[in-house]
């Protein structure tokens, strides 16, 4: 079975922190993404990465930066924290490149940033 | 840019009562895919559709893309509280990314 993993469940920050949000696959899946969810408006993505040290914005990639230096781990990084990224972030894998594979998901991080 | 639009957002039924989530793309898509989400975990891949008008049945839930490929259903028939959970329909957006809908909360009255 395929299996994402991230650091942390739930998260609490303080305003201007900096923050680092962990995602390992142990499928040597080539794609990762970084989403985050909040009611009423779905997944929204905020970068991906189809290759080491390879990434590309998504729809919402302000205030953000990500690091893929190996295959296994795509980070994701608050430079500084403020209030609405208050969120959860959902890290998923896949395998290829195609949009007919499915996505595989992490079991979420819960930030607040206080 | 490319939409995905779900409705409704939320739907309350009674267990036992039939419950369908609508996804609407304001482009023609090559595919289609559903996740499940349930309450406090992350989105599970459930089906993939990838030809027009295809219809595919896991036990008592059905699939359907539509003829133009711009919409697809999810019907439940004869709900149970294991269904409870969000449900969202995603198609790609370019040649990496995938665009998801809002989202349908499911909730069942025992």
């Known amino acids: 079975d395929v299996k994402v993993t991230q650091s942390s469940r739930y998260l609490v920050k303080r305003t201007g922190e900096k923050v680092f949000l962990e995602c390992v696959q142990d499928?040597?899946?080539?794609?990762m993404f970084w989403y985050r969810q909040d009611p009423g408006l779905g997944l929204r993505l905020i970068y991906f990465?189809?290759?080491?040290?390879?990434?590309e914005k998504g729809d919402i990639p302000e205030g953000y930066s990500v690091s893929r230096e190996k295959k296994e781990r795509f980070s994701l990084i608050l430079e500084s924290a403020s209030t609405n990224q208050t969120s959860m972030y959902l890290c998923?894998?896949?395998?290829?490149?195609?949009?007919?594979?499915?996505?595989?998901f992490g079991p979420g991080t819960r930030l607040t940033v206080t | 840019g490319q939409q995905v639009m779900q409705i409704p957002q939320y739907q309350h039924v009674q267990e036992g009562e039939d419950f369908t989530t609508y996804c609407n793309s304001s482009?023609?898509?090559?595919?289609i895919q559903w996740y499940k989400q349930r309450p406090g975990g992350h989105p599970v891949f459930l089906i993939q559709?990838?030809?027009?008008?295809e219809v595919k049945k896991q036990k008592r839930l059905t699939f359907q893309f539509g003829e133009a490929k711009k919409n697809s259903s999810l019907h439940i028939t004869a709900t149970q509280t294991t269904d409870v959970g969000t449900y969202f329909c995603a198609g790609p957006q370019g040649a990496q990314k995938l665009v998801f809908g809002q989202g349908t909360r499911l909730t069942i009255n025992p």
């Open positions: 998923a894998s896949r395998p290829g490149t195609s949009g007919l594979y499915e996505q595989y």
């Open positions: 499928m040597d899946h080539e794609n």
């Open positions: 482009t023609t898509l090559s595919n």
């Open positions: 990465s189809y290759d080491v040290k390879m990434k």
């Open positions: 559709l990838v030809k027009s008008g």
